[in-house]
Nanobody, 124 residues
Framework: QVQLAESGGGSVQAGGSLRLSCAAS????????MGWFRQVPGKEREGVAVINYDGKTTHAESVKGRFTVSQDNAKNTAYLQMNSLKPEDTAMYYCAAEPNYCWGKPSRGFFRYWGQGTQVTVSS
């Protein structure tokens, strides 16, 4: 059973930084992909970034140059470094995992496993 636990959310002023972590347990697959999504009330959950087991990454256009996804395979942990945060980045951020390779920008439905989410609030 795969379990994901996010941490690192919080409140920050515009222009600040946060680093989210996603600790995975039970992700014992040779091929897998981990993703970060975000959602605000009343809107669809949108993809932010994904990283494959081999380190290949994809970032949404809205966060390119500001957010960076990375992973520590030894710790089974994925990270989302968020810099130059904007008020529109305010959302609940979710970690997801899927024992398959991520090509392009997979949608929410591609991922089988999800964390509970961590809130990020950016004030102006």
């Amino acid at each position: 059973q795969v379990q994901l636990a996010e941490s690192g959310g919080g409140s920050v002023q515009a222009g600040g930084s946060l680093r989210l972590s996603c600790a995975a347990s039970g992700l014992t697959y040779s091929v897998y992909c981990m993703g970060w999504f975000r959602q605000v009330p009343g809107k669809e959950r949108e993809g932010v970034a994904v990283i494959n087991y081999d380190g290949k990454t994809t970032h949404a256009e809205s966060v390119k140059g500001r957010f960076t996804v990375s992973q520590d395979n030894a710790k089974n942990t994925a990270y989302l470094q968020m810099n130059s945060l904007k008020p529109e980045d305010t959302a609940m951020y979710y970690c997801a995992a899927e024992p398959n390779y991520c090509w392009g920008k997979p949608s929410r439905g591609f991922f089988r496993y999800w964390g509970q989410g961590t809130q990020v609030t950016v004030s102006s």
